[in-house]
Antibody, heavy 120, light 107 residues
Framework: QVTLRESGPALVKPTQTLTLTCTFSGFSLSTSGMCVSWIRQPPGKALEWLARIDWDDDKYYSTSLKTRLTISKDTSKNQVVLTMTNMDPVDTATYFCARSTWIQGDFDYWGLGTLVTVSS | EIVLTQSPDFQSVTPKEKVTITCRAS??????LHWYQQKPDQSPKLLIKYASQSFSGVPSRFSGSGSGTDFTLTINSLEAEDAATYYC?????????FGQGTKLEIK
């Protein structure tokens, strides 16, 4: 059974750095072909893909946000971490992590999401 | 970056009606187009992958078609539980992108 769960602060101040953790089970990121992405959704708005990390440690980022994002993994803990620097109120959103594979690009399993509010 | 444009943005429909949602890509993406359903305060759920392949456990009234730049999600005999926002997503090239969403309201 595949599950993913996001965790992190519910509130951050403008200019601070956000650190989110995706803890998963039912698969391993050391298995060839496995990938985990981060996706966000501002309140009432559409989904936006942010970043992906692959089983071989390849990393990919949103074009518009790549200077602010860092994705990493801890295979032994079954975790993927996303950091986003210089947070702004427009970054207020629910942040999801989701699984895909290198061969199958669809997101077949998602976490429940975590709402992050950026406010002073 | 590939832009996905869905239509319509909103549709109000009655139960048992047939619904069609379209997604147009700004360039050829082959069949690397996927559809998700998202209900309020829930995470998206995969319905259709690679344009026409139903994901495990998805009711048979949901189907997908298309290739290249034009894709369609069809819901046959709509049920009240299908009230949700539907998104298309392309994995043909990075960065991945999503459509703006189509909200279905059940009358």
């Amino acid at each position: 059974q595949v599950t993913l769960r996001e965790s992190g602060p519910a509130l951050v101040k403008p200019t601070q750095t956000l650190t989110l953790t995706c803890t998963f089970s039912g698969f391993s990121l050391s298995t060839s072909g496995m990938c985990v992405s981060w996706i966000r959704q501002p309140p009432g708005k559409a989904l936006e893909w942010l970043a992906r990390i692959d089983w071989d440690d390849d990393k990919y980022y949103s074009t518009s946000l790549k200077t602010r994002l860092t994705i990493s993994k801890d295979t032994s803990k079954n975790q993927v971490v996303l950091t986003m620097t210089n947070m702004d109120p427009v970054d207020t959103a629910t942040y999801f992590c989701a699984r895909s594979t290198w061969i199958q690009g669809d997101f077949d399993y998602w976490g429940l999401g975590t709402l992050v509010t950026v406010s002073s | 970056e590939i832009v996905l444009t869905q239509s319509p943005d909103f549709q109000s429909v009655t139960p048992k009606e047939k619904v069609t949602i379209t997604c147009r890509a700004s360039q050829n993406i082959g069949s690397s187009l996927h559809w998700y359903q998202q209900k309020p305060d829930q995470s998206p759920k995969l319905l259709i992958k690679y344009a026409s392949q139903s994901f495990s456990g998805v009711p048979s009234r949901f189907s997908g078609s298309g290739s290249g730049t034009d894709f369609t999600l069809t819901i046959n005999s709509l049920e009240a539980e299908d009230a949700a926002t539907y998104y298309c997503h392309q994995s043909s090239s990075l960065p991945h992108t999503f459509g703006q969403g189509t909200k279905l309201e059940i009358k």
